[in-house]
């Protein structure tokens, strides 16, 4: 282009620009918030998500959770109830980048509590969250003191609270179920976050990341401990291991099964007392 060109290309790009109602480049005008009044009362919409740390939100699988709002100045519950709805989607919680003020729960539909107060003043209060409620043997709980402004509506993933843990259930042996001295038996327990996300190797809750193992106890003494190990189904991991007399267990034994993730901040127990017979009882021969 020759130097003729060029000044007239720009030219024109000039007068583009400056014959646009706003010109391209410039700045849209934006209209202004309408005004609050100075004193009335007024409706705020608040958002909470409970939420199993490093993992899902807690939804209708496992019960969900309960949330409660207290005002701090006077102990009055503003608001109380349950979370319900789906875990949300585990490609967009798990697996998508974001930038750090991008909402990360609510991008797709997932459990929520919403509840909206009727405020006259900026309100300090107590936001607490307990659960898994389907799964109470598991149940954690978190809060988090927060302002909330007349009229200013909490959006996205709202006020999020991380419980910290696992749901670890002893599937093998039948819980209660009496065991028999000598016999050798397979505990067997499943490991799942508290939203109920499978743990096994290689998934997003890597097994391999975590310690899992079982421990024989008599009263309050550990009298074995045992290295357990996914057994290729669901999530499931296990170990074998030798009855004691009943002499040694008078009261029975207690079998624990621990998940600790002490890098992600996760621990799980799960636990059941099993009575000891002597002997197997022979069938009657007529």
């Known amino acids: 282009m020759t130097p003729s060109g060029t000044t007239l290309f720009l030219v024109l790009l000039f007068t583009f620009f400056c014959s646009t109602p706003h010109g391209l480049a410039g700045p849209v005008a934006l209209e202004p918030p309408l005004p609050?009044?100075?004193n009335e009362p007024q409706p705020t919409r608040i958002?909470?998500?409970?939420?199993?740390?490093?993992?899902m939100v807690l939804g209708r699988e496992v019960g969900g959770a309960r949330v409660t709002i207290t005002d701090v100045a006077s102990g009055e519950i503003?608001?109380?109830?349950?979370?319900?709805g789906e875990a949300g989607d585990q490609n967009q919680i798990m697996r998508t980048p974001r930038m750090m003020d991008e909402p990360q729960y609510s991008t797709r539909a997932s459990a929520s509590f919403t509840s909206t107060l009727t405020?006259?003043?900026?309100t300090l209060v107590d936001i607490a969250a307990e659960g898994p409620l389907a799964y109470p043997a598991a149940a954690q709980r978190a809060s988090q003191r927060v302002w909330l402004i007349p009229g200013q509506d909490m959006t996205n993933d709202g006020i999020v609270l991380a419980l910290h843990g696992y749901i670890v259930q002893i599937e093998h042996p039948t819980p209660s179920a009496p065991l028999i001295a000598?016999?050798?038996?397979?505990l067997r327990a499943?490991?799942?976050?508290l939203s109920g996300s499978l743990v096994r190797p290689h998934g997003d809750w890597d097994s391999r990341k975590i310690r899992i193992f079982g421990e024989v106890l008599i009263g309050n003494r550990v009298h074995e401990r045992l290295q357990m190990f996914y057994s290729g189904?669901?999530?499931?991991?296990e170990a074998p291991f030798f009855v004691p007399l009943p002499k040694d267990a008078p009261d029975g034994i207690t079998l624990r099964v621990?998940?600790?993730?002490?890098?992600?901040?996760?621990?799980?127990i799960g636990q059941e007392i099993f009575p000891v017979l002597n002997e197997r009882l022979r069938p009657n021969r007529h």
């Open 36 to 38: 609050l009044p100075l």
């Open 47 to 55: 958002i909470v998500r409970v939420v199993s740390h490093g993992s």
């Open 78 to 84: 503003l608001a109380t109830g349950i979370q319900q």
């Open 119 to 122: 405020l006259s003043r900026p």
């Open 182 to 186: 000598r016999d050798d038996v397979i």
């Open 190 to 193: 499943s490991v799942r976050t």
């Open 233 to 237: 189904r669901n999530a499931e991991f």
């Open 258 to 268: 621990i998940a600790a993730d002490p890098a992600g901040g996760n621990f799980g």
